[in-house]
Protein backbone atom coordinates (compact mmCIF):
# COMPACT_ATOMS: atom_id res chain seq x y z
CA UNK A 1 0.00 0.00 0.00
CA UNK A 2 1.22 3.63 -1.03
CA UNK A 3 -0.08 6.49 1.22
CA UNK A 4 0.05 10.00 0.37
CA UNK A 5 -0.60 12.58 2.86
CA UNK A 6 -1.55 16.22 1.95
CA UNK A 7 -3.37 19.11 3.82
CA UNK A 8 -0.24 20.46 5.79
CA UNK A 9 0.42 24.06 4.81
CA UNK A 10 0.69 27.32 7.10
CA UNK A 11 -1.52 28.86 9.92
CA UNK A 12 -1.86 30.74 12.34
CA UNK A 13 -2.20 30.01 16.43
CA UNK A 14 -5.77 29.11 16.90
CA UNK A 15 -6.61 28.17 13.39
CA UNK A 16 -7.29 24.74 12.06
CA UNK A 17 -6.15 22.38 9.31
CA UNK A 18 -7.36 18.95 7.65
CA UNK A 19 -4.65 16.45 7.24
CA UNK A 20 -5.71 13.86 4.52
CA UNK A 21 -3.81 10.50 4.14
CA UNK A 22 -4.63 8.38 0.39
CA UNK A 23 -4.03 4.83 -0.03
CA UNK A 24 -3.26 3.46 -3.40
CA UNK A 25 -2.68 0.11 -4.37
CA UNK A 26 -4.69 -1.51 -1.88
CA UNK A 27 -7.52 -1.04 0.48
CA UNK A 28 -7.56 0.31 3.79
CA UNK A 29 -10.92 -1.15 5.39
CA UNK A 30 -9.20 -3.36 7.35
CA UNK A 31 -6.18 -1.84 8.50
CA UNK A 32 -5.45 -0.23 11.77
CA UNK A 33 -4.16 3.73 10.81
CA UNK A 34 -2.20 6.38 12.47
CA UNK A 35 -0.54 10.03 12.25
CA UNK A 36 2.88 10.69 13.68
CA UNK A 37 4.69 14.11 13.65
CA UNK A 38 8.49 14.73 13.48
CA UNK A 39 9.84 18.13 14.82
CA UNK A 40 13.22 19.10 13.31
CA UNK A 41 15.71 17.59 15.81
CA UNK A 42 13.42 15.53 17.51
CA UNK A 43 12.17 11.92 17.48
CA UNK A 44 9.27 10.77 15.31
CA UNK A 45 6.42 10.69 17.90
CA UNK A 46 3.07 9.23 17.81
CA UNK A 47 -0.41 11.42 17.44
CA UNK A 48 -3.06 9.50 16.78
CA UNK A 49 -4.87 6.08 15.99
CA UNK A 50 -7.87 4.48 14.66
CA UNK A 51 -8.67 0.63 14.55
CA UNK A 52 -10.02 -1.21 11.65
CA UNK A 53 -13.11 -2.84 12.35
CA UNK A 54 -15.38 -0.50 15.08
CA UNK A 55 -12.65 2.08 14.35
CA UNK A 56 -11.65 2.66 18.54
CA UNK A 57 -9.55 5.82 18.07
CA UNK A 58 -6.85 6.64 20.50
CA UNK A 59 -4.99 10.22 21.02
CA UNK A 60 -1.52 11.43 22.42
CA UNK A 61 -2.33 13.67 25.96
CA UNK A 62 -1.19 16.65 23.99
CA UNK A 63 -3.64 16.17 20.94
CA UNK A 64 -6.76 15.13 23.03
CA UNK A 65 -10.11 17.29 22.71
CA UNK A 66 -7.98 19.38 19.61
CA UNK A 67 -7.46 16.74 16.72
CA UNK A 68 -9.76 13.79 15.58
CA UNK A 69 -8.35 10.82 13.40
CA UNK A 70 -11.33 9.30 10.99
CA UNK A 71 -11.63 7.33 8.40
CA UNK A 72 -13.63 6.81 4.91
CA UNK A 73 -13.05 3.40 3.88
CA UNK A 74 -15.37 4.21 0.49
CA UNK A 75 -12.51 6.79 -0.19
CA UNK A 76 -9.86 4.89 1.35
CA UNK A 77 -8.61 7.82 3.26
CA UNK A 78 -7.83 8.76 6.66
CA UNK A 79 -8.19 12.12 7.93
CA UNK A 80 -6.54 14.42 11.07
CA UNK A 81 -8.41 17.12 11.83
CA UNK A 82 -6.43 19.69 13.78
CA UNK A 83 -8.26 22.42 15.75
CA UNK A 84 -7.02 24.98 18.08
CA UNK A 85 -3.07 24.60 16.32
CA UNK A 86 -0.41 25.90 18.69
CA UNK A 87 2.95 26.57 17.38
CA UNK A 88 4.42 23.29 18.56
CA UNK A 89 2.42 21.70 17.17
CA UNK A 90 4.48 22.60 14.19
CA UNK A 91 6.07 19.31 12.62
CA UNK A 92 6.10 16.97 9.49
CA UNK A 93 2.92 14.83 9.99
CA UNK A 94 3.30 11.12 8.75
CA UNK A 95 0.23 8.95 8.38
CA UNK A 96 0.90 5.15 8.74
CA UNK A 97 -0.89 2.14 7.72
CA UNK A 98 -0.49 -1.55 9.31
CA UNK A 99 -1.35 -4.93 8.26
CA UNK A 100 -4.18 -6.02 7.91
CA UNK A 101 -6.18 -7.24 11.27
CA UNK A 102 -3.22 -5.72 13.22
CA UNK A 103 -2.91 -3.71 16.34
CA UNK A 104 -4.12 -0.31 16.16
CA UNK A 105 -1.70 2.09 18.66
CA UNK A 106 1.23 4.04 19.43
CA UNK A 107 4.02 2.15 18.58
CA UNK A 108 5.64 2.80 15.42
CA UNK A 109 6.38 -1.27 14.80
CA UNK A 110 2.88 -1.66 14.25
CA UNK A 111 2.49 -0.19 11.22
CA UNK A 112 4.53 -1.33 8.20
CA UNK A 113 3.30 1.85 5.52
CA UNK A 114 4.65 4.84 5.90
CA UNK A 115 3.45 7.98 4.06
CA UNK A 116 6.04 10.53 2.63
CA UNK A 117 4.87 13.35 5.31
CA UNK A 118 2.94 16.87 5.09
CA UNK A 119 4.31 20.09 6.64
CA UNK A 120 2.59 21.79 9.37
CA UNK A 121 3.52 25.53 10.15
CA UNK A 122 1.29 26.98 12.99
CA UNK A 123 3.16 30.48 13.19
CA UNK A 124 2.31 32.68 16.71
Known amino acids: VQLQASGGGLVQAGGSLRLSCVASGGTLTNNPMAWFRQAPGTQRDFVAS????????DYADSYKGRFTISRDNAKNTVYLQMNSLKPEDSAVYYC??????????????????WGQGTLVTVSS
Open 96 to 113: AAGPKYGVSGSTEGFYDD
Open 50 to 57: IAWGLGST
